[in-house]
């Protein structure tokens, strides 16, 4: 059985009733081929961006997909039209897409400071595109090889994104090693207060920290 979602259907699917409308928005997790993060393509399905907690959603279209055998796992069939190239570029750089981690949001749109109404995670299983339509096929994120906790206490690594809501960092530059005390890091660029680590850890020989 295949049943194909729109936007709106998505939302019927989850039980999300009223006059407020709703938008389903896409963080894209890229990574390179040791799975190390690179950075996040952030797309809602809105004609025009939108902030959803401090977070800018680029606008863009799409639509899901999803078959269903009896007995069996959905198969969830992403299909957007990426017209800058954003998501086709990095998908060629890194390895066809496989393995990126996907976080679905259903938000409402008279609410975007409030937490959304859905977050579904997935990762990438399949990927394909032709010109500017890219098809991306979603499966469930494998828990058992996610890190618990999710932030490691490091001394001098920050955990933050670059730029981010927590970062905070304004400046010209572009790119940042997370470093405290690098030549490229928080110190360097004046964000200090903002370094996502903890420099007040006691490093021990031997130790990682």
């Given at each position: 059985?295949?049943?194909?979602?729109?936007?709106?259907?998505?939302?019927?699917?989850?039980?999300?009733?009223?006059?407020?409308?709703?938008?389903?928005?896409?963080?894209?997790?890229?990574?390179?081929?040791?799975?190390?993060?690179?950075?996040?393509?952030?797309?809602?399905?809105?004609?025009?961006?939108?902030?959803?907690?401090?977070?800018?959603?680029?606008?863009?279209?799409?639509?899901?997909?999803?078959?269903?055998?009896?007995?069996?796992?959905?198969?969830?069939?992403?299909?957007?039209?990426?017209?800058?190239?954003?998501?086709?570029?990095?998908?060629?750089?890194?390895?066809?897409?496989?393995?990126?981690?996907?976080?679905?949001?259903?938000?409402?749109?008279?609410?975007?400071?409030?937490?959304?109404?859905?977050?579904?995670?997935?990762?990438?299983?399949?990927?394909?595109?032709?010109?500017?339509?890219?098809?991306?096929?979603?499966?469930?994120?494998?828990?058992?090889?996610?890190?618990?906790?999710?932030?490691?206490?490091?001394?001098?690594?920050?955990?933050?994104?670059?730029?981010?809501?927590?970062?905070?960092?304004?400046?010209?530059?572009?790119?940042c090693d997370r470093s405290f005390a690098g030549t490229n890091g928080c110190r360097a660029k004046n964000n200090a207060a903002n370094f996502g680590g903890f420099p007040g850890?006691?490093?021990?020989?031997?130790?990682?920290?």
């Open positions: 059985m295949s049943v194909s979602l729109t936007v709106a259907t998505v939302i019927e699917k989850n039980k999300i009733a009223g006059s407020v409308p709703f938008i389903v928005c896409l963080d894209v997790s890229v990574q390179d081929s040791a799975g190390v993060f690179v950075e996040s393509i952030k797309v809602a399905n809105n004609p025009e961006p939108i902030t959803v907690q401090g977070e800018v959603f680029e606008k863009g279209a799409f639509s899901i997909d999803i078959k269903q055998e009896t007995g069996a796992q959905a198969d969830i069939t992403l299909s957007l039209y990426d017209y800058s190239k954003t998501v086709i570029n990095q998908m060629n750089k890194y390895g066809g897409g496989v393995g990126f981690k996907v976080k679905m949001l259903v938000v409402n749109t008279s609410q975007l400071d409030e937490l959304p109404e859905i977050i579904e995670y997935f990762e990438i299983i399949g990927a394909t595109a032709k010109e500017y339509a890219v098809s991306l096929t979603l499966g469930a994120e494998n828990f058992l090889i996610k890190q618990v906790p999710g932030r490691t206490q490091l001394r001098d690594f920050c955990s933050w994104d670059f730029k981010d809501t927590n970062c905070g960092y304004l400046g010209e530059q572009l790119t850890i006691i490093a021990r020989a031997g130790s990682y920290v």
